[in-house]
């Protein structure tokens, strides 16, 4: 009987430990139940359940057919972006597996080909049959052959023992002897068309794509310290840099320099979803699972290292901005025309930045690039609760006006002046490039 003495919070804690017990298709059903409800939100935890759920699909899959694992692979994929098609991650992992896919079939069906075409090189050439003695220096040259030879309508033998050979490919000179059995342009055994197979069995290609879902899954816990690396390049000392949420990207991008370099850090509430936490004197535990961090956790180690952390409310975001040199912010997808989406307020920051000619700097893995551009913007933004903005209690003014609570921003890339990913930095005009470079063009609509 399976330890269910103590359950878990519904996460993504939960679901990593289900997964090595429960059935594929149960496992499948959860974490699509668990995006549903929310209970897994922020792009790292749903790319890491998708990354470790696709795992447990593909080795479970009994087939070494290609075609079989892109079809498996698709169905889950459309069962999981349905489930919650704001979680844009989800199906970048999903995209990246098939591309995993089809490129080790196109090596497998390479070294096939390589292989059937050094077998037929290493065949003998046919050599030139002289089929009309018609001049007198053939007759002559036939004459001399032994006496079987005049007799016989068929090609003369192609043996050693000839006294006078017929003239040979130089291309098989440095060949081995071949058996009298074996004639040129004979099919090859084991194969009845004459194409060489290999060694009589197809290559299991489920071994490298569960290799490369594992150097994602890696990807995905290293991506922050590979971006952190490229801070010392665009921090620099005594400037005074504002940002917007507790991102744990952004928060190791700022200790990165702040380990060489004095600065002084300008951190936005971020209200009404995320002020909680950024208002907190006590930081609790933080969960691995959680992109965001209270604010406590978040200035801590700042403040340790010697750095002025200054919080502020949203609204002062633009009475500050003069006085600011860069804004780095987190994100929660990147599109392939150099937009993102971001937490609520981001898009002021930016368009304030913008007014005040301050660079505006994005942290992002590659992994939340997405091939989707966004041909309808209202349909990228995520809504709260919007008791958040309003409470119920204030009965009279809820009944006479309409509110909204927007999780997310839709920021466009004339509003961005550079992405630092795990790979460098990019300009938003170069991130088709990226999208080109990690995704195929016939998994961007699966």
């Not at 069962?79 to 080790?104: C, K, T, Y």
């Not at 053939?138 to 309508?153: I, K, T």
């Amino acid at each position: 009987m399976p330890a269910t003495s103590a359950p878990l919070t519904p996460g993504l804690a939960s679901f990593l430990k289900s997964l090595k017990t429960n059935p594929i298709d149960t496992s499948i059903d959860n974490l699509i139940s668990l995006l549903k409800r929310r209970q897994i939100r922020h792009s790292r935890s749903c790319a890491t359940a998708t990354a470790y759920l696709l795992l447990r699909v593909i080795s479970f899959c009994r087939t070494t057919d290609a075609n079989k694992l892109i079809e498996r692979v698709q169905s889950v994929g459309r069962r999981l972006m349905a489930a919650q098609p704001r979680e844009m991650v989800v199906g970048n992992i999903v995209r990246r597996v098939l591309g995993l896919i089809r490129d080790e079939a196109e090596d497998d069906r390479d070294a096939e080909f390589a292989l059937s075409d050094a077998g037929s090189e290493s065949q003998p050439q046919t050599p030139r049959v002289l089929e009309d003695p018609s001049t007198p220096q053939d007759r002559d040259f036939l004459s001399v052959r032994h006496e079987g030879s005049e007799r016989s309508s068929s090609r003369p033998p192609l043996t050693s023992h000839s006294t006078n050979p017929a003239p040979i490919s130089m291309f098989s000179l440095l060949s081995g002897p071949e058996a009298e059995s074996s004639l040129p342009g004979s099919p090859v055994p084991g194969s009845p068309s004459g194409r060489v197979t290999g060694h009589g069995s197809v290559r299991d290609i489920r071994a490298e794509v569960l290799d490369g879902i594992g150097e994602i899954i890696d990807e995905l816990g290293q991506v922050d310290d590979q971006i952190a690396a490229y801070a010392l390049d665009h921090i620099h000392s005594n400037e005074v840099i504002l940002t917007h949420t507790s991102s744990t990207t952004v928060q190791k991008f700022l200790l990165k320099a702040a380990a060489k370099r004095k600065f002084t850090v300008i951190h936005a509430e971020s209200y009404p979803n995320n002020h909680d936490a950024t208002h907190a004197t006590v930081s609790g535990t933080v969960s691995d699972e959680d992109d965001n961090l209270s604010f406590e956790s978040f200035q801590k180690p700042l403040i340790a290292l010697g750095i002025t952390v200054i919080l502020i409310p949203d609204s002062a975001v633009f009475a500050l901005m003069s006085r600011v040199n860069k804004v780095i912010l987190g994100t929660h997808s990147v599109l392939a025309n150099g937009g993102l989406v971001a937490a609520a307020g981001t898009r002021v920051i930016a368009r304030a930045a913008k007014v005040h000619q301050t660079p505006v700097v994005v942290v992002s893995g590659v992994y939340k690039l997405s091939p989707v551009y966004p041909f309808d913007f209202d349909s990228l933004i995520e809504y709260g609760d919007a008791s958040n903005v309003i409470g119920y209690e204030d009965g009279d003014l809820v009944d006479q006006i309409d509110v909204q609570n927007p999780l997310y921003d839709y920021v466009p890339a004339e509003l961005i002046d550079l992405y630092i990913t795990n790979l460098g930095g990019h300009a938003p005009s170069y991130l088709y490039r990226i999208v080109s470079d990690h995704y195929r063009k016939e998994d961007i609509s699966f």
